[in-house]
Structures are given as structure tokens and as C-alpha cells.
């Protein structure tokens, strides 16, 4: 089993930045693959970005040259740096890891980001 827990959300300013963090525990050695979702009210959940164990990344459009996603293996620990951030990003943001071995996936409880105009 693994245990995501999330932070570092809150209330920003149309244009501020903020650092989620995700701290995994447990059996973390088949993580290959990790992720930030969010959900915004009466949405459906979706990709913001992944990172692949050995640091490939990928990034939905909508977030494309403003948030960045890295991991620190040795931490068991995945970063997302959120900057000139809109309203529209408000939403709860979840951690998500892949054990691929046993091809298990894992979440986070969220943590609420919210943008203010």
C-alpha cells in the first residue's frame, strides 16, 4: 500500500504562484509514475501534469509554460510549481501515483487551490 498526502493549496491572487507538494509513504519502490489532477466543482477530475521515475514530464495544455511538475526520488516527494495562476485554475488538486508492477493506482486526498480575480 501507498499513502499520498498533499499540501501546500490555498488562496492566491490572479497572477500569484503557488508549490503543492506530495509526500508518498508506504511500499513506494514500483511508483514509476506520478501525477497532479484536479477537479473543479461540477467537473469532471483531470490530467494537470505527470512525471515518468526517470523525469520525463507531460503537461495538459491549459498549463503549458506555467506550472511545473518534478519529483525527488530520494524524498519520495512530487512537487508542483504553479505560477501566473487564473481564476480558472481554482480547483481541489490531487496527487496520483501508478505502481506498475502490480499496476495499482493511488491518490491523494486533495488540497483546495483557490485564484481570486
Known amino acids: 500500500q501507498v499513502q499520498l498526502v498533499e499540501s501546500g493549496g490555498g488562496l492566491v491572487q490572479a497572477g500569484g504562484s503557488l508549490r503543492l507538494s506530495c509526500i508518498a509513504s508506504g511500499v513506494t519502490r514500483n511508483i514509476k509514475v506520478k501525477a497532479w489532477y484536479r477537479q473543479a466543482p461540477g467537473k469532471q477530475r483531470e490530467l494537470v501534469a505527470e512525471i515518468i521515475r526517470g523525469g520525463t514530464t507531460d503537461y495538459a495544455d491549459f498549463v503549458k509554460g506555467r506550472f511545473t511538475i518534478s519529483r525527488d526520488n530520494a524524498k519520495d516527494t512530487m512537487y508542483l510549481q504553479m505560477n501566473s495562476l487564473k481564476p480558472e485554475d481554482t480547483a481541489v488538486y490531487y496527487c496520483?501515483?501508478?505502481?506498475?508492477?502490480?499496476?495499482?493506482?493511488?491518490w491523494g486526498q486533495g488540497t483546495q487551490v483557490t485564484v481570486s480575480s
Open positions: 496520483y501515483a501508478k505502481d506498475t508492477l502490480f499496476a495499482r493506482v493511488y
